[in-house]
T-cell receptor, first 115, second 112 residues
Framework: EPEVTQTPSHQVTQMGQEVILRCVPISNHLYFYWYRQILGQKVEFLVSFYNNEISEKSEIFDDQFSVERPDGSNFTLKIRSTKLEDSAMYFC?????????????FGNGTRLTVT | DAKTTQPTSMDCAEGRAANLPCNHSTISGNEYVYWYRQIHSQGPQYIIHGLKNNETNEMASLIITEDRKSSTLILPHATLRDTAVYYCIVRVAGGGADGLTFGKGTHLIIQP
């Protein structure tokens, strides 16, 4: 069964550094998402992406964040200058269409630790 | 999207059916009920979804009441690997770019 893959599984970085989290969505999917989950808290929506542009973003997704689909397969989340509070699990998800009867499929996440 | 209410936690004996309830009294006619689970900080895993009819797949069954104000996820023969947080989410047909809104879910613990 096709799946969403994310790399790396764990990323450690120093405060102020830039990080890029990578995702390969399911190949025929058209809509892509990033979510995050701070330890012990809810899974939170960050951003959705379609047709090479952001469809919607949450208040969390400020100017420090950006997303890109650099080629036909990868979808990336960049954090320009990491802060301690960016430490979290980051999940990528994709969906084939936005009809209500299509489920989002999630990757297993990247654990980002900012020291 | 309509809000959902789930118990914070539940226990179930291994080999028994686990029945997880969800209230969604403000659900509207074009909203689907989705169930996901999350095993120990892994990515949320899709289980099943439905609009108004009961649904069954290889993982679970979904029973939706006739008025659609509540539903029950049934894991027919729970195993220890089914210990996870289970999320009941309602989602509008036609999407909404934000995909899914997660609550706190039900922490299901399968007891040996």
């Amino acid at each position: 069964e096709p799946e969403v893959t994310q790399t790396p599984s764990h990323q450690v970085t120093q405060m102020g550094q830039e990080v890029i989290l990578r995702c390969v969505p399911i190949s025929n999917h058209l809509y892509f998402y990033w979510y995050r989950q701070i330890l012990g808290q809810k899974v939170e929506f960050l951003v959705s992406f379609y047709n090479n542009e952001i469809s919607e973003k949450s208040e969390i997704f400020d100017d420090q964040f950006s997303v890109e689909r650099p080629d036909g397969s990868n979808f990336t989340l960049k954090i320009r200058s990491t802060k301690l509070e960016d430490s979290a699990m980051y999940f990528c998800a994709s969906i084939s269409n936005r009809l209500g009867n299509s489920p989002l499929h999630f990757g297993n996440g990247t654990r980002l630790t900012v020291t | 999207d309509a809000k959902t209410t789930q118990p914070t936690s539940m226990d179930c004996a291994e080999g028994r059916a686990a029945n997880l309830p969800c209230n969604h009294s403000t659900i509207s006619g074009n909203e689907y009920v989705y169930w996901y689970r999350q095993i120990h900080s892994q990515g949320p895993q899709y289980i099943i979804h439905g609009l108004k009819n009961n649904e069954t797949n290889e993982m679970a069954s979904l029973i939706i009441t006739e008025d659609r104000k509540s539903s029950t996820l049934i894991l027919p023969h729970a195993t220890l690997r089914d210990t996870a947080v289970y999320y009941c989410i309602v989602r509008v047909a036609g999407g909404g770019a934000d995909g899914l809104t997660f609550g706190k879910g039900t922490h299901l613990i399968i007891q040996p």
